[in-house]
């Protein structure tokens, strides 16, 4: 079965530096979810990159989806106290037309004013 | 607005007693999917349907069960509730090769 590590597993950060998120997958990524979740809540979808080299971005998100080494990245720039939360990333099955998603076990992002 | 719901958000329970979780999604998804999400664990798939009366087991589905007896609802009973079953529990649907979109999680303890 597919295992996803992330890393790091907690990141505190001052407010307006920038920081990097990476999702290691055990099987080759055929597609990739991003998703955060604040303290007590659901999980938010952020992204999903399906293709090779796709990179996409969302306000001061942008994620990279990198097949050939297993992994995808979720950088944020000029961090704010609203980035703060967990954020997963969650992978599909091979050809993704079977939707149930192995998840990692999350990063946990403070920020600091 | 379509939305998806799982009540109750927060369930004390005792060791032994019945327990069925809510979730309600008015997407009009065929799919539907849940977890439970534990330190050190992340998010697991206990149970999921792809369409009424169709449901599978997940990854760490001993203990639970669901039916899907419409599009909108999956409920999660707990067949005799044990400690090992406290967790937080998120409910999820989506189109077929869609994207999860995730409930707001009922928080169970089980005494």
């Known amino acids: 079965s597919q295992e996803l590590e992330q890393s790091p597993q907690s990141l505190i950060v001052q407010e307006g530096k920038n920081l990097t998120i990476n999702c290691t997958s055990s099987?080759?990524?055929?597609?990739l979810y991003w998703y955060k979740q604040k303290y007590g809540e659901g999980l938010i979808f952020l992204m999903m990159?399906?293709?090779?080299?796709e990179e996409k971005s969302h306000e001061k998100i942008t994620a990279k989806l990198d097949e050939k080494k297993q992994q995808s990245s979720l950088h944020i720039t000029a961090s704010q106290p609203s980035h703060a939360g967990i954020y997963l990333c969650?992978?599909?099955?091979?050809?993704?037309?079977?939707?149930?998603?192995?998840f990692g076990t999350g990063t946990r992002l403070t920020i600091i004013p | 607005d379509a939305e998806i719901t799982q009540s109750p958000r927060h369930k004390i329970t005792e060791t032994g007693r019945q327990v069925t979780l809510a979730c309600h999604q008015t997407?009009?998804?065929?799919?539907m999917f849940w977890y439970r999400q534990d330190l050190g664990h992340g998010l697991r798939l206990i149970h999921y349907?792809?369409?009424?009366?169709?449901?599978n087991k997940g990854e760490v589905s001993d203990g639970y069960s669901v039916s899907r007896s419409n599009t909108e609802d999956l409920p999660l009973t707990l067949e005799s509730a044990a400690s090992s079953q406290t967790s937080v529990y998120f409910c999820?649907?989506?189109?077929?090769?869609?994207?999860?979109?995730f409930g707001p999680g009922t928080r169970l303890t089980v005494l």
């Open positions: 997407w009009n998804h065929n799919n």
């Open positions: 990159l399906q293709k090779g080299g």
């Open positions: 969650g992978a599909g099955a091979l050809n993704f037309g079977n939707e149930k998603l192995t």
């Open positions: 349907s792809y369409g009424v009366q169709d449901t």
């Open positions: 099987k080759t990524l055929y597609g």
């Open positions: 999820a649907s989506s189109v077929a090769g869609g994207t999860q979109y």
